[in-house]
């Protein structure tokens, strides 16, 4: 079982639509990053949280800690969102030298 | 401009052909790292190096080499390339540890024939 579970795998949404991509893991952390990944492109961070909750535009994060989950929101969602999303955790114990990754999320959003 | 900057971003090269991946950022970041992305596997980190002069072996090291001389500059170096090489690489910079924001270049698609 991988330290870092996204769900789900893959999420196709029309245009407009409420969006939410979660992720678990196993292991305490340090911080924990939403990336996004356009196809044939780079990545580009989202978020970084240890706490609570941020937003960003139309992008919403949230971490609960105790539960170790976090979630990645995203409203009036528009077809320039579709990429993979990546979420990744900085594991205690390692100075934040250490990222662990989960596989992503492949997300379409649909005119 | 913030930027992590790679170069090349596509190679193609040939079995044993020693190359070197650049990656640079002009952030003054303490910390820079090397990862491969594998379908199935997803990103995996190779090397990383907390300050000048100090780098240490990441979860897939082997085949890899990495220096870091001055601040700016992290190269990986692949001294004799295998097909199992044949990967998307990202380099990230962040200014302290990755539990500070992350930065991302845009990756180099390398692939060994």
């Known amino acids: 079982k991988n330290e870092v579970e996204q769900s789900p795998q893959n999420l196709t949404a029309q245009e407009g639509e409420f969006i939410t991509i979660n992720c678990s893991y196993s292991v305490g952390i340090s911080a924990l990053h939403w990336l996004q990944q356009h196809p044939g492109g780079g990545i580009v961070s989202l978020f970084m949280?240890?706490?609570g909750k941020k937003k960003h535009g139309r992008l919403i994060a949230t971490i609960n800690i105790q539960e170790k989950h976090s979630s990645l929101h995203i409203t009036a969602s528009h077809p320039r969102d579709s990429a993979v999303y990546i979420c990744?955790?900085?594991?205690?114990?390692?100075?934040?030298?250490?990222?662990?990754f989960g596989e992503g999320t492949q997300l379409t959003v649909n005119p | 401009e913030a930027q992590v900057t790679q170069n090349p971003r596509y190679l193609i090269t040939v079995t044993g052909k020693k190359l070197t991946v650049t990656c640079s950022q002009n952030?003054?970041?303490?910390?820079m790292s090397w990862y491969r992305q594998d379908p199935g596997l997803g990103l995996r980190q190779i090397y990383y190096s907390m300050n000048v002069e100090v780098t240490d072996k990441g979860d897939v090291p082997e085949g890899y080499k990495v220096s870091r001389k001055e601040k700016r500059n992290f190269p990986l170096i692949l001294e004799s390339p295998s097909p199992n090489q044949t990967s998307l690489y990202f380099c990230a910079s962040s200014p302290r540890t990755m539990n500070t924001e992350a930065f991302f270049g845009q990756g180099t698609r390398l692939t060994v024939v």
């Open positions: 949280l240890s706490s």
């Open positions: 990744a955790v900085s594991p205690l114990g390692t100075s934040g030298s250490r990222l662990t």
């Open positions: 952030m003054n970041h303490e910390y």
